[in-house]
């Protein structure tokens, strides 16, 4: 049983008490004096796939946590924002590089337990490798697969979704992947295969 990070109440400072609802004890942390509950859902994370002929972007984070290490780039979608159009904002935030989002594709929605996040990740095209990092960003770079810093990544629990990109990527041939990360676990399964557009 995961409890919530929080283990007080935000409002009022109280230990939260596990809550059992009809004999069951529920992933929430619950208040006793404000009677109120305290959630803690996955947080939503849209990263992106961006390829010049057979590399892939990464982006050396400037920033903690992870500073110094390579991760590919995406970050938190923010309230009122559409999917597509935080992976487009995170891409120009940290590598410098502007694509429509109307020109990301749908590539993989994972779930990864252990770090109570969901993420969609996204695909796309350049013709032009120029990239003008922020301040997020030490570097961006594309690399492909034997190029790619292995020893130096941020996130290496999602190597393995990394390593699906540049597999798809190599035989120029794209699936819509699910997948889901435990502690303990990876599995994947194809969502839907054949012709795509881009
Ligand atoms: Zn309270």
């Known amino acids: 049983m995961t409890m919530p990070n929080s283990s007080f109440c935000p409002e009022c400072g109280t230990p939260l008490a596990p809550r059992r609802i009809a004999g069951e004890i529920r992933r929430h942390g619950y208040c006793e004096r404000c009677r109120q509950s305290h959630h803690d859902h996955p947080t939503i994370v849209a990263t992106t796939f961006i390829a010049h002929e057979d590399r892939l ?79 997020e960003s030490l570097e961006a770079r594309f690399f492909d697969r034997r190029e790619c810093p292995w020893g130096d990544v941020a996130y290496p629990e999602v190597n393995e979704a990394v390593l699906q990109a540049y597999e798809d990527l190599e035989r120029d041939s794209f699936e819509q992947w699910h997948v889901e990360m435990t502690a303990d676990s990876y599995q994947r399964t194809v969502i839907s295969s054949g012709p795509l557009e881009g």
């Open 57 to 135: 972007l990464w982006v050396r984070r400037a920033i903690q946590p992870k500073q110094g290490l390579w991760a590919i780039p995406g970050g938190y979608v923010e309230q009122g924002e559409p999917l597509r159009v935080g992976a487009a904002r995170e891409l120009r935030e940290e590598a410098g590089l502007v694509i429509e989002p109307d020109a990301l594709h749908f590539y993989m929605l994972g779930t990864l337990t252990f770090i109570n996040q969901i993420y969609v990740g996204f695909r796309g095209r350049v013709t032009d490798p120029g990239c003008d990092p922020g301040p």
